[in-house]
């Protein structure tokens, strides 16, 4: 059983920082790890996503604010955030593209449950 549990959302004042965390387990040679969000209202949008060696790729609105990084040993990806504005309020995903350990042919894509952040102005 493939699952992704994020955790560290919550309520923040702006200009304040967070940091999410999500440990992926049930798979296997995770080659990319990323963060989405979704506000109300609005489509999900990429907020960062950071390949196995660690090549990251960040969304404009968050870049030099937020950082991603992983650890490959604990299939852990992190998103620190600072310097947040209430623009930066939604539901926060963890995306997790690898092998199944029952279905190794295959490469997936896999989301967690989503945690919420928000910032009050």
């Known amino acids: 059983q493939v699952q992704l549990v994020e955790s560290g959302g919550g309520l923040v004042q702006a200009g304040g920082s967070l940091r999410l965390s999500c440990a992926a387990s049930?798979?296997?040679?995770?080659?990319?790890m990323g963060w989405y969000r979704q506000a109300p209202g609005k489509q999900r949008e990429l907020v960062a996503t950071?390949?196995?060696?660690?090549?990251?790729n960040y969304a404009g609105s968050v870049k030099g604010r937020f950082t991603i990084s992983r650890d490959n040993v604990k299939k852990t990806v992190y998103l620190q955030m600072s310097s947040l504005e209430p623009e930066d309020t939604a539901a926060y995903y963890c995306?997790?593209?690898?092998?199944?350990?029952?279905?190794?042919?295959?490469?997936?894509?896999?989301w967690g449950q989503g945690t919420q952040v928000t910032v009050s102005s």
């Open positions: 049930g798979i296997f040679s995770i080659s990319l």
């Open positions: 950071i390949t196995a060696d660690n090549s990251t």
């Open positions: 995306k997790a593209v690898g092998r199944r350990y029952d279905s190794i042919r295959y490469i997936n894509e896999y």
